[in-house]
C-alpha cells in the first residue's frame, strides 16, 4: 500500500491487481518480468538465466559452470587463485606500512 498519488513501484504493469481508493494505492500479485510476453529491454546473454529482482526488475544469473562478464566464461571461479594473490598483496601492503609508520608512533 502507497499513498494515492504515488505509484506502484515497479509501475503498475508491474502488479496484477491496483486499486485506487480516496488515501491509498493498493498493488497485489506482483508480476514476475521474466514470464512475461513483453520483450524485455535487457534480454539475459546466452548462458545465463532471468529471475525477478523486485517489482519491475531482473536479475540474470549465469548457469552452471559459467562466470565472469556476461557469463562467457566457462569453468569455475579460481576462488583459490584469487584468494592467494588478495591475501599476499594485503599482508605486504600491511607489512610495509607498519614497517614504515611505526617510528611516528609516539610511546608513552
Known sequence: AVPSTLECPG???SWQDVT???SSRLCQGQR???NSSAEL???CPENSVCVPDGPGLIQ???DKL???YKCLREGTFPLLLFGGILG???VSLSLLLWG?????AKTP
Open 11 to 13: 509501475g503498475s504493469d
Open 60 to 62: 540474470c544469473l549465469c
Open 88 to 90: 599476499t598483496a594485503t
Open 100 to 104: 614504515t609508520q611505526r617510528r611516528k
Open 32 to 34: 514476475n518480468p521474466c
Open 66 to 68: 559459467f562466470h565472469g
Open 20 to 22: 485506487v481508493d480516496s
Open 41 to 43: 529491454a535487457w534480454p
